[in-house]
């Protein structure tokens, strides 16, 4: 019994308005590159920090401590490690399948964007979007935990599940500006499930492999690239700050708006892309599987030369695999776009998310 | 100077600003050009040349759906007003906008072949206007108030609304998205090589709107002297229904909802020219219509490196508060 105690730890978990003390945020930070995610051990506990990147104000802190706890602040008191675990977003399942995790989700937002066989098997309860998720349901799903995106400037259903005792994490990966930063949230994964040091193991691995893609590639291939689609009226490509715009940048190709700033969306008029479409090499991520799609979905699409011109990939052909994976395994994203670099030369079979459009 | 005078003056004055600003707006965007690109765009083009491409292609059809969608909108909300003897009436509040969009939705969410493919969407969006412009028409002989009439358009709304929802509700993430998109409303929808299918209904619609001045003169004095005057009033009643349904399906189909704009501007147009002459009525809204739609294009483009604004929301943060200064003016 006294074994299952020293074992059971106490996760508390507390969300206040105080700013992260310097100290506390810096010493010891287990993260590296992440900038919303700190990670800090002492022989005492472990001090998970989640910031709000909306509001340096909001900080949401998960204290792992030992038998000789000081609870400070606690709002919720669950079980650690964490066995029954509900995740909203596909970043968030990709990153407990990279542990061999699988076991511990038992709710997902909904079924039809999964991947991993081995979840579709498991079958775990759907719980809708994120803003409309059915409390009933995570309920039934007896999960301890719910981590959640926070595309939205709050989680609607929080109060009300805090009150039936499930504590919900947010999880702001998707606010990353670099690629091993985002893959760094696995950590958090970790530590809540009590597989840290294998979640340790697998960052360094994705670090080691990231590098090791980053150095073999040449300093300049100026492979002219272009990124994203016509939605609407606009064409919404990433900003220069942002996660992708690194990892294009890692790759050594030449993004076209590489010296824009933002780490969001950039939004351009069609007249704008025709007016700079001289000389696009290759084209990522239109959003479609062939270029009659593209045309369907707008048809000024034809006037674009680099549609016959460059050469023209997406993730589309299975769209899951790379939502659910691409987040954790930055590198191999990156030795897609390494390959893609190559032009001609790519060996196309190497690819693990990118086909060519037709 | 005389009113007649005046009203001249004054629709002069609207045309050279339309024709002002569809310049500007032919010249002017992400990518500069002048002129002599303008000139050559239309009568001289060389697709090699990417600012003739840029002007023919996207501003061109961008500027000319603007004019006809403002101009279309305006003279079917005009036509409402005077078959309803209702300033209030329009095809966006009646409800007959609601039957393109709830044909479109239908189109778009079902994902059905035909009713999603580009004719079957115009099609459907035609012959939802049409079908609900007849159902108003019908309902109109039964609901004598005016105010009533509006409250059914509203009812209406909302029952379409209702439906839309339910197909939402049970439609894939790319269709709902395509669905969402197209009802913010675009201008950029529209293809130059679609430019003379969408002119040739746009005047059919005015040419069929000029044939039935004289009796809608006479129905603003009522449908029994309209009667007395040898005037068939069940076809003219048709014949309105027709061309509004015409005219607000062409817009729909290509430029999804644009809103407020048959009803705030064929209001703007009795209050500046006091006149009950339709004929006169006819070239105000055609010109304060496209002005106005051509304006709030102009609008979006130059906020755009600021704000995102689809032309439906604009027209309905601009037309709304004139209408709800009707209204006021209306039940005080």
């Known amino acids: ?358 | 100077m005389s009113s007649n005078r005046s009203n001249k003056v004054l629709l002069l004055l609207v045309l050279i600003s339309i024709l002002l600003l569809a310049g500007m707006g032919l010249r002017i965007g992400d990518i500069p050009t002048d002129f002599l690109d303008v000139y050559h765009a239309v009568f001289n083009y060389s697709e090699q040349n990417l600012s003739e491409l840029i002007i023919r292609e996207i501003r061109l059809p961008r500027i000319t759906i603007a004019i006809i969608a403002g101009a279309a909108l305006s003279i079917a909300g005009m036509l409402m007003q005077t078959l309803f003897q209702n300033p209030l009436a329009g095809p966006y509040v009646l409800g007959i906008n609601s039957g393109s969009s709830l044909m479109v939705a239908m189109g778009i969410l079902s994902g059905v072949g035909f009713f999603n493919s580009e004719l079957g969407l115009i099609g459907s969006a035609l012959l939802g206007a049409f079908v609900f412009g007849l159902f108003v028409l019908f309902t109109a002989s039964f609901i004598r108030s005016q105010i009533g009439l509006l409250l059914f358009g509203v009812m209406l709304g909302s029952f379409v609304g209702a439906i839309i929802t339910i197909l939402e509700a049970s439609s894939q993430v790319d269709a709902l998205k395509a669905f969402a998109l197209w009802s913010m409303g675009s201008l950029n929808g529209v293809s130059v090589d679609q430019l003379p299918v969408i002119s040739f209904v746009f005047v059919l619609g005015c040419l069929g709107t000029l044939l039935i001045v004289k009796p809608l003169n006479m129905l603003v004095l009522g449908e029994e002297e309209c009667r007395l005057m040898g005037f068939n009033v069940k076809r003219l009643r048709l014949s309105i229904v027709f061309i509004t349904a015409l005219f607000t399906g062409l817009v729909t189909a290509f430029c999804g909802p644009i809103a407020f704009v048959g009803l705030a501007v064929p209001n703007l147009t009795r209050m500046l020219f006091k006149t009950q002459n339709h004929f006169l009525l006819l070239t105000a809204n055609l010109l304060f219509g496209a002005f106005f739609v051509l304006s709030c294009d102009l609008l979006i483009q130059a906020l755009s490196e600021t704000i995102l604004i689809p032309i439906n929301a604009l027209t309905s943060l601009v037309g709304a508060p004139f209408v709800i200064y009707i209204l006021i003016r209306k039940l005080r």
Request: aromatic share 10%; charged share 25%.
């Open chain 1, 1 to 358: 019994m006294k074994l299952f105690y020293l074992v059971l730890l106490t996760l508390v978990f507390a969300c206040t308005d105080a700013p992260i003390k310097d100290k506390s945020s810096s010493e010891g930070n287990v993260c590296e590159y992440s900038k919303w995610l700190r990670i800090s051990e002492t022989k005492k506990d472990v001090l998970i920090e989640i910031q709000n990147p909306d509001d340096a104000s909001k900080i949401f802190r998960i204290r792992l401590p030992n038998a000789n706890r000081e609870i400070e602040n606690s709002s919720f008191e669950v079980e650690q490690p964490i066995r029954r675990m509900a995740c909203l977003s596909s970043t968030h399942i990709g990153m407990l399948s990279e542990l061999n995790l699988q076991n511990r989700l038992v709710a997902v937002s909904d079924m039809k964007y999964i991947f991993d066989p081995k979840i579709k098997e498991l079958n775990p309860i759907e719980l809708g979007e994120e803003q409309l998720i059915s409390i009933e349901r995570v309920l039934k799903s007896e999960a301890e935990v719910i981590v959640y995106s926070a595309f939205s400037s709050s989680f609607n259903k929080e109060k009300v599940l805090r009150k039936v005792g499930v504590t919900c994490i947010p999880n702001f990966d998707w606010r990353e500006t670099h690629p091993l930063g985002r893959a760094e949230w696995i950590l958090l994964f970790g530590y809540l499930t009590g597989h840290q040091k294998a979640a340790k193991i697998k960052f360094a691995e994705i670090k080691k492999n990231y590098m090791k893609i980053q150095a073999e590639i040449d300093e300049m291939k100026s492979v002219s690239t272009l990124s994203g689609n016509m939605t609407g009226d606009y064409w919404y490509a990433p900003g220069g700050d942002s996660y992708h715009a690194q990892l294009l940048e890692d790759a050594g190709l030449n993004y076209v708006f590489t010296s824009s700033s933002g780490t969001g969306s950039l939004a351009y008029s069609f007249e704008k892309i025709l007016g700079m479409s001289a000389g696009i090499d290759l084209w990522l991520n239109p959003g479609f599987k062939s270029k009659a799609e593209i045309i369907r979905a707008y048809p000024k699409s034809i006037l674009l030369p680099f549609l016959e011109q460059s050469s023209l990939f997406c993730y589309t052909h299975t769209s899951n695999k790379f939502w659910e994976l691409s987040a954790c395994r930055p590198d191999l994203v990156l030795a897609d776009y390494s390959e893609l670099g190559k032009g001609e030369k790519a060996d196309l079979n190497k690819l693990v998310f990118y086909k060519r459009v037709e």
